[in-house]
């Protein structure tokens, strides 16, 4: 039933996607596919015009009402493709139905848990399984990929934030391969959102931040480093004296902070800076600080990102961290695990990445933590040991 509200309007809200970045990612997920092919997570049927001409193509959709618009859609395009309402998790398809399997934006709605028994639930369909997802869910698929015994390999197209994965397999032996994200992959990530990045963040800079990013920065002096500056949100509360230096991996998002920087008339040295490996010197910093930086790290990035702001940050200096955590409360637990599909597809988010439980690892002790807003947002503070 997830869809049945938001299926009427499901085309026109990725209307500025489709017109934008989509039509030049689907055709590769289905290059060089011929026979009989499974679109898992058809939809509204998006990715019907970009059928290889000549092959028998059957969708599945779990939504009866997404599946109502793509049965609209192939009578207007004209083609001949079987739709049927089916759980990918339990499809009822014979074994080695299909000469391939795709599915395009269908693992970013599958929780962690259901990620393995999707894909081996298509891994005998097809001689070949795609997937054109986030960069932060093919990173779910890979561990989630691990979890099979059959063999797995990656092949990778990069375009922009988003990449089309063609997993094989069809390998006999185990491999261990993993999907790797470059720095330029992932600078390009904020490219297209950070033209809309601060009207979508509007309703929470006006209601829920203001409040708490002047706790971020409070009894702080000297040279400061913000992490993941982003557009600059930050600025108006940095203190007044000290040095502040911002770094981000996007270049559209430092434009935008370089404006703010100018509108406000404030000196603050911005640069592109990737937080994993950054190029300024040990103990460069008084204070660092990072705000919503680590939720759109990946688990495996956490402790490479803590290690490197405590090189950074110099002895007796502290590190603060504002970030989310996932409720306790059942009301707002339920109400962030319905925002998490559209955070981790908007933002590369997530708000259960523990950030607090890499720090030791990475070399840091916790000096204190508290949440700033009910149990959600968590302001962390820590010292390099």
Known sequence: MAYRHIAAFYDLLDLPFEVGRYRALRPVLFADLSGTLLDAGVGTGRNMPFYPQGAKVVGIDLSPAMLARARRRRDRLGLDVDLEEMDVLRASFPDHAFDAVVASFLFCVLTPEQQAPALRELDPLGARVGAVEQAAVLNELGQALGQLWRGVGHVAVPLARWRVGLVDLCQSKPSRQRIVYS??????????IAAFYDLLDLPFEVGRYPALRPVLF?????????????????????????????????????????????????????????????????????????????????????????????????????????????????????????????????????????????????????????????????LIVARPV
């Open 183 to 192: 720095r330029s992959e992932r600078s390009m990530a904020y490219r297209h």
């Open 218 to 378: 409070a009894g702080l002096s000297g040279t400061l480093l913000d992490a993941g500056v982003g557009t600059g949100r930050n600025m108006p509360f940095y203190p007044e004296g000290a040095r502040v230096v911002g770094i981000d991996l996007s270049p559209a998002m430092l434009a935008r902070a370089r404006r703010r920087r100018d509108r406000l008339g404030l000196e603050v040295e911005l640069e592109e800076m990737d937080v994993l490996r950054t190029s300024f010197a040990d103990h460069a910093f008084d204070a660092v600080v990072a705000s919503f930086l680590f939720c759109v790290l990946t688990p495996e990035q956490q402790a490479p990102a803590l290690r490197e702001l405590a090189r950074l940050c110099k002895p007796g200096g502290q590190v603060r961290i504002l970030e989310y955590a996932l409720s306790e409360n059942p009301l707002r637990r339920f109400i962030m695990r319905l925002w998490a599909p559209w955070v981790r597809w908007a933002y590369g988010a997530a708000f259960d990445r523990a950030t607090e439980g890499y720090l030791a690892e990475a070399g840091l002790r916790i000096v204190e933590t508290r949440f700033l807003y009910q149990d959600i947002i968590k």
